[in-house]
Antibody
Framework: EVQLVESGGGLVQPGGSLRLSCAAS????????MHWVRQAPGKGLVWVSH????????TYADSVKGRFTISRDNAKNTLYLQMNSLRVEDTAVYYC??????????WGRGTLVTVSS | SYELTQPPSVSVSPGQTASITCSGD??????ACWYLRKPGQSPVLVIY???KRPSGIPERFSGSNSGNTATLTISGTQAMDEADYYC?????????FGAGTKLTVL
């Protein structure tokens, strides 16, 4: 089955760190650019970051630049998001998404990150 | 930074046509795509590259993009189409989403 499964979310205090993972299966992971997108409670979708096929080129939303790092392990079919210096406003469901033809054709179910003291 | 503007809400009667707009500077020169998201579920791509439907998306979903506005049209709207709809485009090397439109089927 073609799917993405996120993990690693949880409750963390402001200033803390978390590492999210996204396990891909059912397709050739190394052929696709991958992204992280988040949705805060009651809010809309917000793009976070993307990584190209080889992992060398990455981009970030201004709101997370310098705090979050996206990476991938094509041998393990896994995408990562290292989140440092977390803020209350980073609280959201984080989705990994596969890019195809400038759009996201496959999404995971998401993992909830709650930043609170 | 680039912005995409959507109406917060659109209402439609069952069987009628719903149109949801997405506005951005020279959006017609970019590719626009659309997602629906139902409560508790992940987003689903319904239109990509302005007008194309992914496999499995009903023919009642269609899209257009010209000038500064992209439009998602749902013909013969059904109760199951009630959801939040988001447009999306690329600006330089970053991805932008609209704020979303809640479609209510009355």
């Amino acid at each position: 089955e073609v799917q993405l499964v996120e993990s690693g979310g949880g409750l963390v205090q402001p200033g803390g760190s978390l590492r999210l993972s996204c396990a891909a299966s059912g397709f050739t992971f190394s052929n696709y650019w991958m992204h992280w997108v988040r949705q805060a409670p009651g809010k809309g979708l917000v793009w976070v970051s993307h990584i190209e096929i080889g992992g060398n080129n990455t981009t970030y939303a201004d709101s997370v630049k310098g705090r979050f790092t996206i990476s991938r392990d094509n041998a393990k079919n896994t995408l990562y998001l290292q989140m440092n210096s977390l803020r209350v406003e980073d609280t959201a469901v984080y989705y990994c998404a596969r890019e195809s033809a400038d759009s996201f054709d496959l999404w995971g179910r998401g993992t909830l990150v709650t930043v609170s003291s | 930074s680039y912005e995409l503007t959507q109406p917060p809400s659109v209402s439609v009667s069952p069987g009628q046509t719903a149109s949801i707009t997405c506005s951005g500077d020279k959006l017609g020169e970019k590719h626009a795509c659309w997602y629906l998201r139902k409560p508790g579920q992940s987003p689903v791509l319904v239109i990509y590259q302005d007008t194309k439907r992914p496999s499995g998306i009903p023919e009642r979903f269609s899209g257009s993009n010209s000038g500064n506005t992209a439009t998602l049209t749902i013909s013969g709207t059904q109760a199951m189409d009630e959801a939040d709809y988001y447009c999306q485009a690329w600006d330089s090397s970053t991805v932008v989403f609209g704020a979303g439109t809640k479609l209510t089927v009355l």
